[in-house]
């Protein structure tokens, strides 16, 4: 399948629920959010599950095993088994067993979700440069990692033993705003050695193919919150992706988009799942959605109408997608969203 650049948002006539198999869902900012359910996150879920959808959850951290993930999404009210979750510690723990020999060492810098899944594959974690590892993985280790672990990493890394990392996502939600991420960290050991790691998370091609190999999905659908991670890896990986705008991206940085970061269906929240998505059409030298035209002008986008404001935001996102690529227009989005009421 030849990759597709993303232009403008796409419709379905079927509700995504049942013109895919399979949701790979991002868990913060989609599912839950400091670690309580997001509004109809539940029920909707349980509405396209009961209907034949399979879901499964995959997240870039690498902290927490599958089986405590599980666990706290059927406290949620989400009923989830631990084959159900894929993690980007198992996707690097694959990436590191195809390079080294069986039963290998490897320096552990993270927390357990790196050392279940090092030992699902047949590797021995260690704790010290001194172990004679391997290799080297770095992993999301939560705010009571010890900063020695980083210099234990730097000395295995400058002695030239190959360096893993489960994702490079510099930040991450917490229940008191926005933390440092296991991207920070790498730096950290960048920055000491010079050295760069193989990377295995969202959105690069070893996270997708652990995902497609543990689901056997053939339709996936990839539901997320962010461009950078959700979007972009189901871009690499060739595959339909539905952004919700109940995490980190907001309008303005929707419409702002490169087509890497252009979903295929945009909607408030999880119930976008269970709906049709009605197809953004042309008219005249803008586009229509609902009650609402965009057009890109000689200077900057311009919206008309007065349907319901998600409408606009996806006829804006086509005009403003059409504009970028023929780089014709200035893209006014705080005005645009603005007239929304976003």
């Known amino acids: ?35 309580n359910a997001i509004a109809h996150a539940v029920d909707s879920l349980a509405t396209a599950r009961e209907g034949g959808m399979h879901l499964a959850y995959v997240t870039n951290n690498a902290l927490r095993t599958p089986d405590a993930v599980a666990e706290h999404l059927t406290e949620l009210g989400i009923p989830t088994g631990p084959d159900d979750v894929i993690t980007s510690a198992q996707a690097v723990a694959r990436l590191i067993s195809e390079q080294v020999p069986a039963g290998s060492r490897v320096l552990v810098i993270g927390g357990e979700g790196l050392r279940v899944a090092l030992r699902e594959r047949g590797l021995e974690p260690v704790e010290s440069a001194d172990d004679d590892p391997a290799a080297v993985v770095q992993g999301f280790g939560g705010p009571d990692l010890p900063w020695g672990r980083f210099a234990e990493a730097s000395y295995a890394v400058a002695r030239g033993v190959p360096w893993f990392a489960s994702n490079t996502d510099l930040t991450i939600p917490s229940g008191r705003g926005i933390a440092p991420g296991n991207g920070a960290g790498v730096e950290v050991v ?77 909607d408030a929240d999880l119930r976008g799942m269970l709906t049709g998505q009605p197809e953004v059409t042309e008219e005249g030298e803008g586009f229509r959605r609902g009650g609402w035209t965009a057009k890109a002008g000689k200077e900057r986008l311009e919206l008309d109408g007065d349907g319901e404001a998600l409408d606009g935001l996806r006829a804006l996102c086509a005009a403003a997608w059409t504009a970028a690529g023929e780089g014709v227009c200035e893209l006014d989005a705080d005005k645009a969203l603005a007239r929304l009421g976003l």
């Open 1 to 35: 399948m030849s990759q597709r650049a993303r232009t403008r948002p796409e419709g379905s006539e079927q509700a995504l629920s049942e013109a895919y198999d399979t949701a790979l869902l991002d868990l913060d900012g989609v599912v839950y959010a400091g670690g």
């Open 190 to 266: 960048r920055i000491a050695t010079g050295a760069d790691p193989q990377v295995a998370g969202k959105p690069l091609p070893p996270m997708h193919r652990e995902t497609i190999l543990r689901t056997g999905a053939e339709r996936p659908l990839v539901v997320g919150d962010r461009l950078d991670t959700d979007i972009e890896g189901a871009f690499n990986g060739e595959v339909d992706s539905l952004l919700v705008l109940t995490g980190v991206t907001d309008g303005a940085q929707l419409l702002a988009a490169p087509p890497q970061h252009r979903p295929t269906y945009v």
